[in-house]
Nanobody, 129 residues
Framework: QVQLVESGGGSVQAGGSLTLSCAAFGYTYTSYCMGWFRQAPGKEREGVASIDTDGSIRYADSMKGRSTISKDHAKDTLYLQMNSLKPEDTAMYYC???????????????????????WGQGTQVTVSS
């Protein structure tokens, strides 16, 4: 049973930083690609960043230069460090994982969110101006 558990969300002022974590359970961690997504109220879920099984990384244009996605293989944990946060970054943030080459090749930013097989419950990020 694949399980993803996010943590690290919270409320910060504009310009602040947060690091989100996603702990993975129940599968061979290294054989899955993973991504971070977010969904603001009234908006569609969108990809933020993803990391493929070969370590290749992609970022959404809105997060380039302000975020870093990384994996700690020893802890089976995915991270998203976000800096210079803006009010428009306010959203529920989700991590997701998949094992299919087609989905992994597209990534969280280039692909479609609903193709990812496994999802966490989300962690709320609120940025105030």
């Amino acid at each position: 049973q694949v399980q993803l558990v996010e943590s690290g969300g919270g409320s910060v002022q504009a310009g602040g930083s947060l690091t989100l974590s996603c702990a993975a359970f129940g599968y061979t961690y290294t054989s899955y690609c993973m991504g971070w997504f977010r969904q603001a109220p009234g908006k569609e879920r969108e990809g933020v960043a993803s990391i493929d099984t070969d370590g290749s990384i992609r970022y959404a244009d809105s997060m380039k230069g302000r975020s870093t996605i990384s994996k700690d293989h020893a802890k089976d944990t995915l991270y998203l460090q976000m800096n210079s946060l803006k009010p428009e970054d306010t959203a529920m943030y989700y991590c997701a994982a998949d094992y299919r080459p087609r989905v992994c090749a597209a990534g969280a930013v280039g692909g479609t969110w609903y193709e990812y097989s496994y999802w966490g419950q989300g962690t709320q990020v609120t940025v105030s101006s």
